[in-house]
């Protein structure tokens, strides 16, 4: 509860100070920033701490992190510096007070919303709090905020290569690590706290964008016969549409499991076996596989919950198949994992908030770079940049979409004023370059060190997405997007070329098949070696056969593609109508209208396209599958669609009245019945209906007993330390790595195996916050894309703890700086550990159970 409150006052003083940042930056905002604030502030006073941290002017301490908070509030009143002709120049918060009183109930709102979404959803982890090993990346990410805790200076030290920074998008890291040092908790309470915290940062960022969108679309909506703006009363529970399709609504697999355990759609055989056409056409892996009998409503498969994020299946042409990972956010918060793409999402909303704030007419203005013009002016350009960079830093996959919505943005509003043509690329190729370029300045630190597996672009020939399991995944979100889609054609009227619009989607799939198809000639041609193996693996004679079986197959599934032709198609015959929509008689230059729902089909177009693409290509990493591009391509599509469908729903339930208004809501119940039906199960399932575990329970008993365990004295009944799973596994390991977490910081050596990712190996590290000689192998080869970084490190750990000779395991020692040489359990089991020379020639620091550490002298 402490830890709690205190993690909530400081975000909430953080985004009251940056609150005059926010307010001048999104002026033609309805909220002004408000619900973004905190993650502005955090956002700018991140970077400030670790830009001067690497550069050596900051230590990474309290006083830094003080310092650090001095730039924000610097901003912050600059920010609230104005200029009149009646007094000058003078500092006021004026403008900023008058609006929170005019504003109040929106105000408490907000703060109800993410006071409770915070208070929630830190309920829900305290009741899941481990972290595990078991098919997840927790352990990974507690060991990089304890070595970002633990890193005197920056960049940060690689928790599990020592001698190495992280090599990694790490800032999610860093933020989180600043809030622990700021209020006293441990790098196991403020992983789990950093996942509610951004849960409540999304919910109330997702908020502030559908109530800034509805608040526009209010002011500028023009009815259908042309009377006038429409007079739609403000309402403060709409936008809860935002957080709602963000962050619970879920994929439609929860309610198949519903389905499949109740055995429906499976024709049972008298000797005991079943079949079914609809679950094997279906084919979801576990899905296609007959129920257990008797039937009943509750899934009880094993982590069935597991599943809905992994709906997509790919196939070879030989009958291989591939798992896809396809999240979406409820599933990753019930997860656990704090891994880049959860701590990228209120930044990513923030994102959003910046390209619809540029859409209502912020930022209008022009700049030379280069003797180009460009259509923005210099706050605008500068914070753009500065926003973009930052999600490349969080997430680096998102800032794809990030440049796409400010791209579209920028493209639409310059062919409203002057229609479309050629010209519109080259003014687009100016905002780009520049805006990238700086981005990448702002950042340049962490590009300096970064390094990855990313090799190029590959094609995806053979597993086009198949559109059973396209619409089990999408059509939650789906659905309510196409009733907007409906009600703007029909109930509005507007003016849209459906011929040009899906014209342009039909050419962009074609182009996007021609291009995997010739980008897989050219592989097949450039590189035979390669040709024979993927020929072998699809089980072809001839490349000619190859190409004509992967091309009867992308034919075969027409769902698939039919439903990107509309999501695509739609968007596309609206927007091009945006560089006909002058009257004659109006200035170019006057003539764009900031019409709110252009701004949602331009959300839609731009995850459409993120949909579309890992059909045709993906990023070539370690995995050489598109596993990757589509689980981070998704992700970014979610969150777009989820803000589109808030939207729709928003207005469709505003506008749609008589009996069309009662179809709309009882498909909208169904819908969300069926959307909802996951999260309500799988919660029940992954918490154990809130049950305490029982490990925990010996935990408290424990503590009543009197355990003078400095780790067992901090349990309460419901806690947010991860580390209780990990305590009561390994209780002897648990001790000895909070003895490290305080003592002299310094190299330590643990037992290390090639295929450890996924496992209790590392752990101390993780847990200590000091680097280790190597610890995940197979994830140092994905963060840097080779193994070769590592050298005979795994080679020389078996020889230090292994060798009788003391002159070879100082030789080791002194190769990788160690001070600290730990032998508990796994070393024990790994290793034919000869302690001997540990003992007589090194200092015996720590001893407890079965763990003892030695420290060179």
């Not at 993780?766 to 197979?778: D, E, F, I, K, R």
């Amino acid at each position: 509860m402490l830890a709690f409150f205190l993690w909530y006052l400081v975000i909430t003083l953080l985004g009251w100070l940056s609150f005059p940042l926010a307010f001048r930056l999104f002026p033609v905002l309805a909220d002004h920033g408000y619900a973004l604030a905190r993650v502005l502030g955090l956002l700018v006073w991140g970077y400030a701490f670790w830009m001067l941290a690497s550069l050596g002017v900051l230590q990474n301490d309290p006083y830094g992190l003080g310092l650090a908070l001095v730039v924000l509030l610097v901003l912050g009143a600059a920010a609230s510096v104005r200029w009149t002709p009646e007094a000058g120049t003078r500092f006021s918060l004026r403008p900023l007070w008058d609006w929170v009183k005019e504003k109040r109930r929106l105000v408490i709102s907000m703060e109800l919303l993410f006071f409770a979404a915070f208070a929630v959803w830190t309920f829900v982890q305290a009741s899941n709090p481990e972290i595990t090993t078991a098919g997840g990346e927790k352990t990974m990410e507690l060991a990089f905020i304890n070595a970002i805790m633990r890193s005197p200076t920056f960049p940060p030290n690689d928790p599990w290569l020592s001698g190495y920074a992280i090599s990694y998008y790490y800032f999610g890291y860093v933020m989180t690590a600043m809030l622990a040092e700021l209020t006293g908790v441990l790098g196991s309470v403020a992983h789990n706290l950093m996942l509610c915290l951004v849960f409540a940062l999304s919910a109330l960022g997702a908020y502030g964008v559908l109530y800034d969108l509805l608040a526009a679309w209010r002011k500028h909506a023009i009815s259908p016969a042309g009377s006038g703006v429409l007079r739609v009363q403000p309402s403060l529970g709409l936008p809860l549409f935002g957080p709602f399709f963000l962050l619970i609504v879920s994929n439609f697999e929860g309610f198949l499991e519903v389905l499949h355990r109740l055995g429906l759609f499976w024709k049972f055989n008298p000797d005991g076996t079943a079949a079914s056409g609809f679950w094997k056409w279906l084919d979801i892996l576990q899905l296609n596989q007959p129920p257990p009998t008797p039937p009943q409503l509750m899934p009880d498969r094993f982590i069935w919950w597991w599943r809905a994020s992994r709906v997509i299946q790919d196939h070879t042409l030989a009958g291989g198949s591939t798992e896809i990972i396809d999240e979406f956010p409820f599933f990753s918060y019930m997860l656990g994992d704090l891994h880049p793409h959860i701590l990228a999402m209120p930044f990513d909303l923030l994102a959003i908030a910046l390209a619809l704030n540029l859409f209502l007419g912020a930022w209008d203005g022009e700049i030379k770079l280069f003797g180009l013009r460009l259509h923005l002016n210099l706050g605008g350009f500068l914070f753009s940049a500065f926003v973009l960079g930052g999600l490349a830093f969080l997430n680096t996959w998102d800032i794809l979409f990030g440049f796409a919505l400010l791209a579209g943005v920028y493209l639409l509003k310059r062919a409203s004023e002057k229609g479309w043509g050629w010209e519109r690329l080259k003014e687009l190729l100016v905002l780009l370059l520049p805006t990238g370029l700086l981005a990448i300045l702002f950042y340049l630190p962490f590009y300096v060190g970064f390094s990855s597996q990313a090799s190029g672009i590959l094609p995806n020939l053979d597993s086009p997405t198949r559109g059973a399991q396209l619409w089990v995944f999408w059509g939650s979100l789906f659905l309510p997007v196409a009733a907007l889609f409906i009600y703007l054609w029909r109930g509005e009227g507007r003016r849209r070329d459906w011929k040009r619009g899906f014209a342009l989607a039909g050419g962009l799939i074609l182009a996007l098949w021609l291009f995997s198809l010739l980008l897989g000639l050219l592989i097949l041609v450039v590189d035979p070696s390669a040709a024979a193996l993927v020929l072998s693996m699809q089980d072809a004679n001839n490349a000619a056969a190859f190409f004509g079986a992967v091309t009867v197959r992308r034919l075969a599934t027409v769902g698939g593609w039919l439903s990107m032709l509309g999501l695509i198609g739609v968007p596309l015959a609206f927007l091009v109508e945006a560089g006909n929509n002058r009257d004659e008689d109006e200035e170019p230059a006057a003539a764009f209208k900031p019409d709110p729902p252009f701004f949602v089909l331009l959300l839609v177009l731009v995850a459409g396209i993120l949909i579309l693409a890992p059909d045709f290509v993906f990023l070539r990493d370690i995995f050489n599958d598109r596993m990757n591009t589509i689980f981070k391509f998704y992700y970014q599509a979610w969150l777009l669609l989820s803000v589109a469908a808030g939207f729709g729903v928003a207005v469709v339930l505003q506008k749609l009245s008589g009996l069309a208004g009662l179809f709309f809501r009882i498909g909208l119940v169904l819908v969300l019945f069926m959307a909802c039906t996951y999260p309500v199960l799988a919660l029940l399932t992954k918490t154990d209906d809130f049950k305490i575990p029982a490990y925990q329970q010996a935990l408290v008993a424990a503590r009543a007993a009197g355990d003078p365990s400095p780790v067992k004295t901090a349990m309460g009944v419901w806690t947010l330390d991860g580390a209780v799973a990990f305590e009561s596994q390994f209780p002897d390991d648990a001790a000895a790595a909070h003895w490290l977490l305080t003592a002299p910081a310094g190299v330590v050596v643990e037992a290390a195996k090639i295929d450890s990712s996924y496992t209790d190996y590392a752990h101390i590290s993780a847990y200590s916050g000091l680097p280790t000689v190597l610890g995940w192998a197979m994830h140092e080869d994905q963060w840097r894309g080779t193994y070769e970084i590592q050298g005979t490190r795994l080679a020389d750990i078996q020889r230090l703890y292994e060798t009788r000779s003391w002159d070879e395991a100082r030789a080791i020692l002194s190769q990788y700086d160690v001070r600290y040489v730990y032998v508990g359990t796994l070393e024990r089991q790994t290793y034919r550990v000869s302690e001997a020379k540990f003992q007589e020639n090194l200092l015996q620091v720590y001893q407890q159970g079965g763990v003892t550490i030695y420290a060179m002298p």
